[in-house]
């Protein structure tokens, strides 16, 4: 428990401070001018919330004891318009300025939260595919959502809140100074005793408020996988076990959720509480300096203690519980508002992905002697343009689609190679099959192919030129790649197929499709290519989801093309219709292909046998059958693939 | 609806009398508080004109005591209304997650297509989060700061019946412009929300589809999608925020004024009638009072927001919760499953009432005890819909089904469903060991028991490769088996149910062909008198059916052996042919072995 303590606050403490330093100066940075005018809005207002005392001490020296005394009210008067006019110019100021901060912070914390989306949702789109392998979806999604929200939390209300405390509890210790010294030693009392016991209670209530979101989060995930396997458990009859299982992770909830709100409900009304405690102390203290006649001691000098300060005094201890009473409901927010900050540090701190290539793919031209000229217009022609450092000159290269493995050596990470020696030659127009099981690195050489990894030893050439020295952008756009999963967007089917070449025209894509035979399916659609597609396109097949994602490498016209298990999940009729699309697609393109069922590869130019990242066996369909090998043992089904 | 959540308080009904009940001891402590604080001050006052006999020590006393006193009560108090309306709310929102969770256990499998995975999901999470923060705020803060607000304006009418008319006056100007700002950002919130939603699908479709956003070169695209869509959020979300950030000056506002008016009304008073001055203690009580008045009516108007909000989660709950199950274990049920024997007669089937088109029309069937039956036909042609019928995971819309002579309705279901075992096509293993998993089919297996079923369905193979063996532990959702390890595994699992019917949807999908036939064959030679129903893709998992039945759009479209099928049969022939176009060759070199 103690050690517990210990981990909680020792360590963290100056983390703490450093990403809230971090946290300012970012915020800073995007508005830097109108947080300054924020800040000395709040001390205006702060101030002014707290003058309340002070003209309250006023009223009653300058206006009621006179009055009660026997002055004369045409005396009186002009001091009273003269404080109560003071009074009202002070509080028309002070709701100027605090409506001002208030709409600027609004403004602020929603304008800083964009930017902060905005500089995540860059950053997130430039790391590397490293990152989202080795990160869950759930956790990068909930740094856009929990940990946003938590953060809006943070700066739109526990930032200003703890300010305005901040400035006004120095107002009030000034204040104090200038009428009382033995009063305000009794109100620190109090303050000292409302902090410990906010403290106490405050970071109980955190401890127990994450242990709930912890709490949370359990239930979350089972609920899910039991809503998930609802018809498995009615398949079982399984629903009792189901519902004892469930109210043991229910009752866990429960208990935290319990003890974490306790503190919360119990924090207000214990420091409220307190501060009537302050507040009965200093009536009690006042009325026992009265009682004794001692003599008033304050920075100004002895004097007599008034009545007027008395009441001043019993309300500026009011106004110290309620500040500390505002700043303590604040702890959670801020607790769970910086952790929410820290992961998207962590995001934005991720290393972006490298690229040092410098070979760009452009239009181009070639005349009948094989002349290359680059060009601005769309030509049909693609080529590399390959400026040398040596002597500034630039040559081109025909983009054709030549792709080369040599000696290609590659592990996700450094310890544990998984592709060991892979050579692969592919020439334009031909087409290379993967086959192995899951694991053997069929999809890890693609990974290669488009350099969402890089390789640990060997090379690839790519028409001749190292793929290291092509810019990733041009190395991707020239290749088209169908995976499995289809992952289309929201938005009509049209969009969806453009996706693959932003200026398409309609007719390009409706081409793209007819290519890829979805147009059938597609003009069948009571709204045909203005079909919406939601979420993750749920409302069509699974087979006209895989055609759509097939329209859309189409209509980008790659020289090369990966295909990456895209017909696995498709029933065996739908495959026919996808294979016709696939096969017009492949037509006159180098073609890397991973397929599970073997029918659909036989016709490649070369199949390559992985195992354990090393490719044992290569050859057309016929020369591996004819070897009886390992192939041959796959196809007759006397192996199996997993 | 209330009535239906509140059946869900239950043993928390104390909790959540006794919070309301502390927190109004310590209202009444709280208002009663500043008035004997006024009286103390009036005592002790220097320059009062009534305290001519000086200041007792005695006055002293007991004024603190009772003070004292009075600041323990209400610290007890509102620490136990505090800690009881915790345990309260957390109970209450206990009960209505048990309660949904054990109403949807109940479900039907139509009760189940109903709701998305993911809707009951919220609906048991944030939802109940929703309402249990909205209860907590009504059994405490909704009762305290109407006693708040009626409590201290009664006192401070006691003290100063002038100046208490300005905070009559300045609690409608207040409440009117709050629940203006409610009014007014409430369609701004519930449109902001939708937009925000769609934002966030973007991200995840960008984190699902990172690969084809890389290699599209789409991230530029991407961006600038984000930042419009992040732009359009903003612009709602700073408009209503901007709009709520009118509160904070008006209640300044009202405060101040109210300062204002009770420094002037007080001067006013004492020029008038020095003999009865306004002095420092009615000034201060009465300040205490504003403030106290004013930010209960604050208060409230965040309780108020707060219940709008849980509303709309508390609808979706008792949505889930009023959603009964209509299909249910009859009285007197039948608790012995005779045999095998299956028969539909004149069955039909509709998903909904309202659907115009039957799912399942017109079928007659008769298949015997210990036959194996295939179904083949393509996608949308009913297969699923017709085997549901067997274990009753639906009922009939028209005709009925008979298992061992047996009308299913008159069955008890636990007998029915043990006995008719059901491997789903869409199948999921649990977070668990493989014997956790096992044991669904029956939950005291030996170690014996579960080997048996596992070389049955060719999955002992396998288990024995890994280094804990039936001990492996299985993440959630099966992630670190593969397709057709799990296939084997939920075979398995229901063939442990010791079945007279076992149904096989498309359960071997993604299991080679060899193992296939070797699971067929172990059944054949192992289990020959339970009724096996495989529907498939392939024809080579059917073909040695001794009934082969292909459906088309929702009928029976032939029923026969693979001969008669292949000799009569257009499209049995069409799926035959197009497997079996290039693998023919090879197929039967396969046969040799």
């Known amino acids: 428990m103690s050690k517990q303590n210990m981990a909680m606050q020792g360590k963290p403490k100056i983390h703490t401070f450093k990403l809230l330093g971090r946290l300012l100066s970012y915020l800073f940075h995007y508005y830097k001018l109108r947080l300054i005018a924020v800040f000395i809005c709040i001390m205006i207002t702060a101030a002014a919330g707290i003058s309340s005392s002070v003209f309250l001490n006023l009223v009653i020296q300058q206006i009621i004891d006179p009055l009660r005394g026997g002055a004369a009210w045409e005396e009186i008067r002009s001091d009273l318009i003269l404080i109560i006019g003071g009074m009202g110019l002070m509080y028309i100021i002070a709701l100027a300025a605090s409506f001002f901060y208030n709409q600027t912070m609004a403004v602020v914390t929603q304008g800083f939260l964009r930017h902060v989306r905005n500089d995540m949702f860059a950053r997130m789109e430039s790391l590397p595919i490293r990152y989202f392998d080795t990160h869950t979806h759930g956790d990068i999604m909930s740094t856009y959502t929990n940990d946003t929200d938590a953060l809006r939390q943070l700066i739109s209300m526990s930032i200003p809140q703890v300010y305005y405390s901040i400035v006004a509890s120095l107002v009030l210790f000034v204040i104090m100074l200038l009428m009382s010294l033995w009063l305000m030693f009794v109100v620190f009392f109090g303050v000292a005793l409302m902090a410990v016991v906010a403290k106490y209670v405050g970071s109980r209530s955190a401890r127990y408020f994450i242990r709930q979101q912890e709490a949370i989060g359990k239930t979350e995930g089972y609920v899910e996988e039991m809503m998930g396997g609802q018809k498995v458990i009615k398949v079982f009859c399984h629903e009792e076990r189901a519902k004892e299982d469930f109210d043991k992770i229910n009752d866990q909830l429960c208990d935290a959720s319990d003890k974490a709100n306790a503190y919360g409900n119990i924090l207000m009304p214990a420091v409220m509480n307190i501060g009537h405690f302050a507040f009965v102390l200093v009536a009690i203290v006042a009325g026992l300096l009265v009682l004794f006649g001692a003599e008033n001691f304050s920075v100004t000098g002895w004097g007599v203690l008034t009545g007027a300060t008395i009441a001043t005094f019993l309300n500026m201890s009011r106004q110290f519980s309620l500040n500390i009473g505002q700043v303590s409901m604040q702890i959670n927010s801020v607790v769970m508002g910086l952790a929410g900050a820290g992961r998207i540090f962590e995001l934005l701190d991720e290393q972006p992905e490298q690229d040092e290539g410098y070979v760009t793919l452009v239009n181009a031209k070639i005349d009948g002697d094989g002349n290359i000229t680059e060009c601005a217009e769309r030509t049909g022609k693609w080529a590399w343009r390959h400026p040398h450092q040596a002597d500034g000159s630039v040559t081109y290269t025909e983009l054709k689609g030549d792709i080369r493995l040599l000696d290609v050596d590659f592990g996700y990470v450094p310890e544990k190679i998984v592709l060991h020696n892979v050579s692969i030659y592919a020439k334009p127009g031909q087409k290379i099959a993967f086959v192995g099981a899951t694991g053997a690195g069929k999809t890890t050489i693609t990974n290669l192919l488009n350099r969402f990894y890089d390789i640990a030893d060997g090379k690839i050439r790519y028409d001749g030129i190292n793929i290291n020295k092509i810019k990733k952008a041009d190395l991707r756009r020239s290749m088209g790649i169908v995976l499995q999963d289809t992952n289309l967007f929201t938005g009509t089917i049209m969009e969806n197929i453009r996706y693959g070449k932003l200026d398409a025209t309609d007719e390009e894509c409706i081409e793209a499709a007819k290519l890829a035979n979805a147009h059938d399916f597609i003009t069948r659609l009571p709204e045909g290519y203005n079909t919406v597609l939601r979420h993750e396109a749920s409302n069509l097949s699974q087979g006209q989801r895989q055609l759509i994602s097939i329209a859309r490498a189409a209509v980008a016209d790659p020289p090369v093309m990966i295909l990456d298990e895209a017909t696995s999940s498709i029933d065996t009729r739908t495959e026919a219709l996808v294979q016709k699309g696939m096969d017009a697609l492949m037509q006159g393109r180098t073609v890397f292909v991973i397929a599970h069922r073997l029918s659909t590869i036989q016709n490649s130019d070369a199949i390559m046998v992985l195992d354990h990242g090393r490719i044992i066996e290569r050859g057309s369909h016929d020369q591996l059958i004819a070897q009886k090998g390992v192939y041959y043992q796959l196809y007759t089904g006397a192996f199996e693939l997993e | ?593």
Request: charged share 20%; hydrophobic share 45%; aromatic share 8%.
């Open chain 2, 1 to 593: 609806m209330i009535r239906t959540l509140a059946k869900s308080v239950r043993e928390y009904k104390k909790p959540s009398i006794l919070s309301p009940i502390f927190v109004s001891i310590e209202v009444i402590l709280e208002c009663l508080m500043p008035l004997v604080i006024m009286q103390f001050i009036g005592k002790i006052n220097p320059s009062d004109s009534a305290s001519t006999e000086g200041v007792q020590m005695s006055t002293i006393l007991i004024y603190g005591g009772i003070l004292i006193g009075m600041a323990l009560l209400s610290l007890a108090s509102g620490t136990l209304s505090g800690r009881f309306a915790a345990r309260a709310s957390a109970g209450f929102a206990k009960n209505l997650r048990k309660d949904m969770y054990y109403a949807i256990q109940d479900y039907s499998f139509s009760n189940i297509d109903k709701f998305s995975t993911s809707s009951l999901v919220t609906r048991q999470t944030t939802d109940v989060t929703n309402v249990q923060m909205a209860y907590m705020m009504i059994i405490r803060v909704a009762i305290r700061c109407p006693l708040m607000l009626i409590f201290s304006l009664a006192m401070a009418f006691t003290v100063n019946v002038t100046i208490s008319w300005i905070f009559v006056a300045l609690v409608p100007v207040l409440a009117a412009v709050l629940v203006v700002v409610i009014i007014k950002t409430h369609p701004i919130f519930v449109r902001v929300f939708n937009k925000y939603d769609n934002m966030n699908r973007s991200v995840r479709e960008n984190i699902k589809g990172i690969r084809v956003v890389k290699s599209f070169v789409r991230e530029d695209f991407e961006k600038q999608k984000f930042e419009n869509a992040s732009e359009d959020v903003c612009k709602d979300f700073t408009l209503a925020e901007r709009i709520m950030a009118v509160n904070a000056p008006v209640m300044q506002f009202c405060i101040w004024l109210s300062f204002l008016l009770i420094f002037l009304i007080a001067s006013l008073l004492t020029a008038h009638n020095p003999a009865n001055p306004v002095g420092e203690e009615k000034l201060t009580v009465l300040i205490m009072y504003a403030s106290q008045i004013l930010s209960a009516v604050m208060q409230l108007s965040m309780v108020l927001v707060m219940i709008i909000i849980a509303r709309t989660s508390a609808e979706r709950i008792v949505e889930v919760l009023k959603e009964k199950s209509n299909i249910i274990s009859p009285e007197n049920a039948v608790k012995e499953v005779k045999n095998g024997d299956i028969l539909f007669e004149n069955v039909s089937f509709k998903y909904s009432k309202n659907a115009e088109k039957f799912a399942l029309e017109g079928v007659n069937l008769h298949i015997k005890s210990g036959q194996t039956i295939g179904i083949l036909g393509g996608t949308g042609a009913s297969k699923s819909t017709l085997v549901n019928l067997i274990p009753r995971l639906y009922d009939t819309t028209e005709g009925a089904v008979y298992v061992g002579g047996v009308n299913v309705k008159d069955y008890d279901l636990e007998t029915l469903r043990n006995k008719v075992a059901m491997v789903l096509q869409k199948n999921v293993l649990f977070s668990g060991t493989i014997k956790d998993n096992l044991r669904w089919g029956k939950e005291d297996a030996t170690d014996e028991e579960m080997l048996r079923v596992c070389k049955l369905a060719c999955a002992d193979d396998f288990i024995q490769a890994f280094p804990d063996k039936y001990d492996t532990y299985i993440e959630q959702g099966g992630t670190n088996v593969s397709g057709g390890q799990k296939q084997r595994l939920c075979i398995a699992r229901a063939l442990l149910k010791d079945p007279k019917v076992l149904i096989l949807d498309d359960s071997t999908s993604a299991v080679d062909t060899k193992t296939d036939a070797m699971i067929r064959k172990s059944f054949r030679e192992e289990i020959p008198n339970v009724t096996k129903i495989i529907i498939a893709q392939r024809v080579s998992s059917v073909q040695d059916a001794d009934q082969i039945i292909v459906m088309d759009g929702g009928k029976i479209n032939a029923v026969g052996t693979h001969e008669e099928l292949l000799a009569s049969n257009e499209i049995y022939r069409e799926v035959y042919y197009s497997q079996n176009k290039v693998s023919s060759a090879t197929e039967g070199g396969a046969a040799h072995e």
